[in-house]
């Protein structure tokens, strides 16, 4: 294929995605998992530091591999929670990613 070729495939294929509006649903649903992995993270974070200090010796216990695998617990620890409702961080998350959305949709396109 050509470069003029590629060049208004190209072009077709972005004007298309323009054409086609986002799905309202999908774009809440898709800030709603936004806010929910934000706080997810963050409950992650605020776990870890809950291991800190804490002497793991013993037959069964220590090295690299229990603090790789804490981690992972944590990071699974904080999902759960997240998706229980969590602490309350995604849903402020959530409303922010909206309000925000909605108001650069609002503005007037600057073409």
Known sequence: MDAQAT??????????RQINAPDPGK???DAKKAAQDFEAVFLSEML???YEGIS???PFGGGHGESVMR???TDE????IAAR???????????ELIHLQETNN???SAR
Do not use: C, F, W
Not at 7 to 16: C, G, K, R
């Open 7 to 16: 060049a208004t495939a190209i072009l077709s294929n972005a004007q298309q």
């Open 27 to 29: 774009t809440h649903q």
């Open 48 to 50: 870890g530091n809950m």
């Open 56 to 58: 793991t010796d013993g």
């Open 71 to 73: 981690s992972l617990l």
């Open 77 to 80: 620890y904080a999902k759960s």
């Open 85 to 95: 409702g969590g602490v309350g961080i995604a849903e402020n998350v959530y409303r």
């Open 106 to 108: 609002a503005k007037p």
